[in-house]
C-alpha cells in the first residue's frame, strides 16, 4: 500500500478504526487510497482469489459506499472494482480463472494467507531482505516446505501464486489443458487401467455381453485390470538475476516472473509429454516407447501426402474422433498447405487457402495444433493425430523457490530456483484389434511413420 496505515484483522477492528476521525480521513483520502484499503482488508482475511475473500470485499464496499453516501462523497470517489480476479498491473497480480488450477487442499493453501500478493513473496525470500518480517515468513515457509519435499529445500510456494502461475501456464500448453489430470497427494500414485488389447470377442480386456435363450447357461467373463504409477519427477527452473536489478526494481523482477516462469514450465512440460522417454522424466505420447501408438506407413519419403492423412484419420479410435487434435511441427506446414488430390491427369487443393486470410486451422473438422516440440519433417511423429484425455498427468501441486547468490556470487547475481514436481504416461499399454477383427489396429495416438 501507498498508506503506512494497519489494516485491521477483524471486523471489530474494522469497526474501530471507522470510528477513528482520524484514520477514516486517511482511508478516504482519495479514490486511490480507499480502493487500496479496501482490497487489502478483503486479502488479509482469506488469500487472494477465494470465495471468502470476494464475500468479504463485496460487504465492505457496501458499507463504504452507503457511508460515501451519507456523507455526500459518492460524486467525488466512484465505487471501485474489487473483484480479486481483475485486479490492475499496478497491484503487481495477474488476472487467473478462478478454481481452474487451485486446489484448497493443497500443501501451499496453509500459507496463503500470509502474503498480500506475488511481490510480497518473492521479496521475502530475496537474501537481502533482512527485515524480521521477511525472516519470520521465510522460516514459515522453509518449515511448510520440509513437510512435503524436504529434499528439495527451499520455500513453499503459496497455492494461490503456484495456481496463478500454472493458470498462465496452461494457455502457453498444448498437452496439459486436453489431458487427464490427476492431483498426487504423494510423491507416486498407481492409477487403475483395463488392460484392453482387442475388441474382438470382448471390451475392456475381457468384459463380454451375448445373447442367450432363457435358461441358458451364463458365459463366463475375465476382465484384465493392471495399473501404471505416476512417480512424480522434478522439474527445476534456475534464473540468474543482477542484484542490481533486484535492489533498483524488485517489483519488475515480481511481474517478470509472473509471465515468464509460466512460459518456461509450460515449453519443458510440453517437450517430455510429448517425446519424453521416461527416464528421470514424463513419458511422451510420440515415437515407440508409447506402446499403445499407432505409426501409419509414410506413402513417401520425408513427404505428408492426402492419402497419408485419410489412413492416419482411419486409425483413430472411433470413440476418440470427436475429441482427438492434430499435432504438427513447424516443418510440416507448407507441405499440408499445399496437400492436393490426384484426379485423372489433373488434381485439386485440398487446403482452399486465401492468402489475405488466415490460413484453415483444422483437418477434417478437428484443430490442427503446430508445436516446435514435434517430430522433423520426414520423422516419425512430424505429424500425429492424438486424443489427449487418453494421457495421464500427474501433478503433485507443490511448487518450492530459493535464491541464493552462492551459484554465480562472482557475477554479483542472484540465482532463483524454481521446482516443480509432475509426471506423465499414456494410460492405455498397447493398440487395440477392432471387433471385426481387422489387423489395422486402433488407438487414440496415431503417428506417421519416418
Not at 476418440?320 to 499445399?338: H, I
Not at 487446403?351 to 516440440?373: H, Y
Request: charged fraction near 20%.
Amino acid at each position: 500500500m501507498t498508506t503506512t496505515m494497519t489494516i485491521p484483522r477483524t471486523s471489530n477492528e474494522l469497526a474501530e478504526m471507522l470510528a477513528d476521525p482520524g484514520k477514516l480521513q486517511e482511508v478516504m483520502a482519495s479514490k486511490e487510497t480507499l480502493t487500496e484499503f479496501i482490497t487489502a482488508y478483503g486479502e488479509r482475511q482469506q488469500g487472494d482469489g477465494t470465495e471468502l475473500n470476494r464475500m468479504v470485499a463485496e460487504e465492505t464496499q457496501k458499507v463504504f459506499a452507503q457511508m460515501l453516501k451519507d456523507n455526500g462523497m459518492s460524486k467525488d470517489i466512484q465505487r471501485p472494482n474489487l473483484d480479486p480476479q481483475a485486479q490492475a498491473r499496478g497491484n503487481m497480480l495477474t488476472s487467473h480463472r478462478q478454481a481452474t488450477a487451485y486446489n484448497p487442499s493443497a500443501p501451499g493453501a496453509a500459507v496463503d494467507k500470509h502474503f498480500a500478493n506475488n511481490l510480497e513473496y518473492v521479496s521475502s525470500i530475496w537474501h537481502k531482505n533482512t527485515t524480521a518480517e521477511a525472516a519470520e515468513k521465510v522460516a514459515l515457509l522453509r518449515n511448510a516446505a520440509s513437510s512435503v519435499s524436504p529434499a528439495d529445500g527451499g520455500f513453499l510456494v503459496p497455492e494461490v501464486l503456484r495456481a496463478q502461475l500454472m493458470q498462465i501456464a496452461l494457455e502457453k500448453s498444448v498437452v496439459r489443458p486436453l489431458a487427464t489430470v490427476v492431483p498426487m497427494d504423494s510423491a507416486r500414485v498407481p492409477m487403475p487401467i483395463i488392460d484392453s488389447t482387442t475388441n474382438q470377442g470382448s471390451v475392456f480386456g475381457g468384459m463380454i455381453a451375448y445373447w442367450g435363450e432363457e435358461g441358458a447357461m451364463l458365459q463366463d467373463s475375465n476382465p484384465k485390470f493392471g495399473k501404471v504409477e505416476l512417480d512424480a519427477k522434478k522439474l527445476t527452473g534456475l534464473s540468474a538475476v543482477p542484484n542490481e536489478l533486484l535492489q533498483d526494481s524488485i517489483v519488475s523482477f515480481a511481474s517478470l516472473i509472473e509471465t515468464l516462469w509460466p512460459q518456461a514450465l509450460a515449453f519443458s512440460e510440453d517437450q517430455a509429454f510429448m517425446a519424453g522417454n521416461g527416464v528421470g522424466k514424463p513419458l511422451g505420447f510420440l515415437g515407440a516407447k508409447n506402446k499403445s501408438a499407432v505409426a501409419v506407413a509414410r506413402g513417401t519419403a520425408s513427404k505428408i501426402t492426402y492419402v497419408d492423412i485419410v489412413n492416419m484419420y482411419a486409425r483413430m479410435l472411433p470413440s476418440s474422433l470427436g475429441n482427438a487434435v492434430w499435432v504438427c511441427s513447424p516443418d510440416a506446414l507448407p507441405q499440408l498447405l499445399q496437400m492436393s488430390l490426384t484426379v485423372g491427369t489433373g488434381g485439386n487443393s485440398v487446403f482452399v487457402v486465401n492468402a489475405s486470410a488466415a490460413i484453415p486451422m483444422s483437418i477434417f473438422g478437428r484443430p490442427l495444433i503446430i508445436s516446435e516440440k514435434a517430430g522433423q519433417l520426414g520423422a516419425r511423429g512430424d505429424i500425429a493425430f492424438v486424443d489427449l484425455a487418453y494421457y495421464l498427468i500427474g501433478d503433485r501441486q507443490t511448487m518450492t523457490a530459493d535464491s541464493s547468490t552462492d551459484y554465480q556470487f562472482g557475477s554479483d547475481k542472484t540465482t532463483f530456483r524454481i521446482i516443480q514436481r509432475v509426471d506423465g504416461r499414456p494410460w492405455l499399454q498397447s493398440a487395440i484389434t477392432p471387433a471385426n477383427g481387422s489387423t489395422n489396429k486402433l488407438s487414440p495416438f496415431v503417428e506417421l511413420a519416418a
